[in-house]
């Protein structure tokens, strides 16, 4: 792990530092915090440059001309300067947990190592005061980032007790950043998963697709079925505990998988049952094309024995998951089974691809008009079926995609 010894300054974008300079000019303490400060200090691209001030929002929103209220109840007011957007939060503690996700109240705070102790792990509690050009990390942030390793802030028991979210961000943090859980951490996590229930189903679709973006995801999912989040988050899923050989393979086939999350997924959840796997998907929140795409890809698999199928029925299997789909199924059904597995299909598929065989009647050579108007037809029940039959015809014999073999074709067929 090449973690930086030091924090680059020239790294904050300069509105965000311009921010600071009026935060500290006007008497309050300014930081940059948060993930942002751990993936700078691991070299990895910085998304959002997260603020921190002692400064209380109102004052926040007086001292910028552009400002929106974004979560002011919590202390955080987005400023947009040079076009940019920054969330500046004040500093701040958090009062009782009663709910497991959301404390009852905030108090704003002076200092920053109180609003640090308040933050999940040590790797996300270190701040940098750009204008002092120093760290804050009380807890060790910068050793576990050397370490590779994510540790609860404070007693692991109580904060994952407080916010049912933080196991989840922890097995996929796992993953997105490639560290290892300290133990202690790890152990912490069984007893925090009647809180873990509570979680909304969208933050669950949000960590699982986080997870699912990650180099290797199968590190978060092996974490989530050691410790039992995988059973919370989808009871569909019996295999890590029916078969484990069977969840081992489907680790495997996660990783092996190449991207969208989508694809991951149906690799990773290849062994569940297509109508429970529906409606986990429909019940956790994913949107209606992330669910339609990974059931599509879970009802292609298996493959079966793909090197007996004639060139016709290549055709009709692509026709059958349809053209935006045939590269992801071939990715999945590779991934789950080896690329042997594919027995040359995947050449075959983008021969065929490429010949631009009609897929569909509406491809056909020939349209419906076309056919009345020859054949003196009426829109009509025998219409359809005609040209559903140029179309079995045509995935045959490709070559008989011209208007004129197909009306000869219809012709033929009519005169039945
Ligand atoms: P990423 O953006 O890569 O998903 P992040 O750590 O930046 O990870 P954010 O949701 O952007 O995650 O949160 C910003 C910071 O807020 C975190 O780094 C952490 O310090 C704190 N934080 C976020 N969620 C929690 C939580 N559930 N409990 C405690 N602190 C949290
Ligand atoms: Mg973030």
């Not at 996300?124 to 050009?133: C, E, F, T």
């Not at 075959?348 to 065989?357: G, I, K």
């Amino acid at each position: 792990m090449s973690v930086r010894s030091d924090f680059d300054p020239a790294a904050i974008p300069a509105p965000a530092r311009a921010i600071c300079e009026v935060l500290r000019a006007d008497g309050h303490g300014a930081w940059v915090v948060g993930g942002c400060v751990r993936d700078h200090l691991l070299g990895r691209a910085v998304s959002d440059w997260d603020l921190c001030t002692s400064a209380r929002p109102e004052r926040v929103m007086k001292l910028f001309a552009r400002t929106i209220p974004t979560g002011i109840a919590h202390g955080t007011v987005t400023v947009v300067l040079d076009r940019e957007h920054f969330e500046v939060t004040t500093l701040r503690g958090d009062g009782e947990y009663s709910d497991g996700r959301r404390p009852d109240a905030v108090r704003f705070l002076d200092d920053i190592a109180d609003d640090l102790a308040r933050r999940d792990f040590t790797v996300n509690a270190i701040a940098y005061d750009p204008i002092a050009g120093a760290l804050v990390d009380p807890h060790g942030g910068l050793d576990d980032l050397r370490r590779g390793v994510l540790r609860a802030v404070g007693d692991p028991a109580q904060r994952f007790g407080e916010d049912g979210l933080r196991v989840l961000r922890g097995a996929r943090f796992t993953a997105s950043l490639g560290f290892d859980l300290d133990p202690a951490t790890e152990a912490a996590i069984p007893g925090a998963l009647k809180v873990l229930r509570r979680v909304s189903p969208e933050r669950v679709r949000e960590e699982w697709l986080k997870a699912l973006k990650a180099p290797s995801p199968s590190r978060a999912f092996d974490v989530m079925a050691r410790t039992g989040i995988l059973g919370v988050n989808i009871p569909a899923l019996t295999a890590p505990t029916h078969d484990p050989a069977a969840w081992e393979r489907s680790l495997r086939a996660v990783d092996a998988c190449p991207p969208p999350a989508t694809s991951r997924l149906a690799a990773l959840l290849h062994t569940v049952d297509p109508r429970l796997l529906e409606g986990w998907l429909r019940t956790t929140k994913f949107s209606n094309e992330e669910r339609a795409t990974v059931v599509a890809l879970r009802r292609a698999l298996p493959l079966g024995a793909p090197g007996g199928w004639s060139d016709a029925d290549v055709r009709r299997w692509l026709r059958g998951v349809g053209r935006a789909a045939a590269g992801p199924v071939l990715d999945v059904a590779a991934a789950v089974d080896g690329e042997a597995a594919l027995e040359g299909l995947r050449a075959r598929v983008d021969a065929a691809l490429a010949s631009e065989v009609p897929l569909s009647v509406g491809e056909l050579a020939i349209d419906g008009n076309a056919l009345m108007s020859a054949l003196g037809m009426e829109p009509s029940r025998a219409l359809g079926l005609l040209l559903a039959s140029l179309l079995e015809q045509v995935l045959d014999d490709p070559t008989r995609n011209t208007p004129e073999a197909l009306l000869a074709l219809a012709r033929a067929s009519r005169s039945h």
